[in-house]
């Protein structure tokens, strides 16, 4: 049951660790488009700017979204663009066993911050690898996998 002694925990979560899990998540994207090659755009949360240094820019509601926009890979194929859909659900999975390794190596201790930090990682991977198609112009990174292996380009733009 959901009391008012949950709100403290509620809100840490909803503005501290589901941003950081989104901002692991887009950087997994980002680190494998410029592994291939390609140019990166980086943008947390939605919103007007209020920080932009080179291509990664921080918007007002940091807690809302994050988006990475890649163009130009230069090793441009269908493995190079299924593997940048799927780094982000391979960064939040890293995220995930580094974390843990480090709850039992006893360098972390086991807290709430991890236990929601791990829970929110597993369902950020679970769901963007859901192939699922959202609307005409935005996919879930399942369904831009599926497409790229399958068609050689996603029909739309995975969120």
Not at 97 to 102: G, P, Q, T
Request: charged share 15%.
């Amino acid at each position: 049951m959901f009391g008012l002694d949950d709100i403290p925990k509620f809100l840490f979560s909803f503005l501290l660790i589901v941003p950081i899990v989104s901002i692991i998540h887009q950087s997994g994207h980002s680190f494998m488009a410029l592994l291939f090659g390609g140019q990166v755009n980086f943008t947390i949360g939605k919103g007007r700017t209020i920080f932009k240094w080179k291509k990664i820019k921080l918007k007002s509601i940091y807690f809302l979204d994050s988006v990475c926009i890649y163009e130009k890979l230069k090793y441009d194929n269908r493995f190079s663009h299924a593997c940048v859909y799927a780094g982000g659900s391979l960064a939040n999975l890293a995220s995930i066993f580094i974390v843990n390794s480090l709850i039992e190596s006893s360098f972390f201790t086991a807290n709430l911050f991890f236990y929601q930090f791990v829970y929110f990682s597993v369902y950020y991977t679970v769901f963007s690898l859901l192939p699922v198609r959202f609307s005409e112009n935005s996919s879930s990174d399942g369904q831009a996998i599926f497409d790229v292996l399958r068609h050689g380009k996603a029909s739309c733009n995975p969120d």
